[in-house]
């Protein structure tokens, strides 16, 4: 196989980086973006030349316009998409935002409605399931001190 061949079937995800938020009820922070019909994550994608912490941590300061410490890494999920291109997505631990924080906010009005922290068991029915499932492995690996690895928001040991 020459050198073009095999890059050719190189995979060339694009990655995506985001954080998890809470405030002093353990409530999770979510945003609604107007470009969907769904809740999300402050995060977005990773530019070239950018490692995916440093792409989350100029996302979240773009999209609320706070720049808190983004802490360890909690997620990665393998999100296959044959129509856009596979995703590579990054979750990383934003810790506990202080009221002095949130008072800070600024949402970047041209990409977010609105925002709110939330209860974790209503996490499923305001966003996706794969996203609910990459939350909920997040709030689980900031729990157990662990990094978790996902395929699709699922984890390929429990066999799903």
């Not at 019909?37 to 994608?45: L, M, R």
């Not at 970047?108 to 977010?112: G, V, Y």
């Given at each position: 196989?020459?050198?073009?061949?095999?890059?050719?079937?190189?995979?060339r995800p694009r990655m995506a980086a985001g954080a998890l938020f809470f405030d002093e009820s353990d409530r999770?922070?979510?945003v609604e973006p107007s470009y969907k019909?769904?809740?999300?994550?402050?995060?977005?994608?990773v530019e070239a030349g950018e490692s995916p912490r440093q792409a989350c941590v100029r996302e979240v300061q773009e999209e609320l316009g706070i720049a808190p410490h983004i802490g360890r890494l909690l997620v990665v999920d393998w999100a296959p998409n044959p129509g856009e291109g596979d995703k590579i997505l990054y979750l990383f631990d934003g810790g506990r935002l202080s009221a002095g924080d949130r008072r800070q906010i600024v949402l970047?009005?041209?990409?977010?409605r609105g925002y709110d922290f939330h209860d974790v068991d209503r996490v499923p029915e305001l966003t996706i399931p794969r996203l609910a499932r990459r939350i909920a492995a997040g709030i689980q690996a900031r729990t157990d001190s662990q990094t978790a690895y996902l395929e699709h928001g699922k984890s390929p040991e429990a066999g799903a």
């Open positions: 196989m020459s050198e073009n061949e095999h890059e050719a079937k190189m995979a999770v922070l979510l019909d769904y809740h999300d994550i402050p995060g977005g994608y970047q009005a041209d990409e977010l």
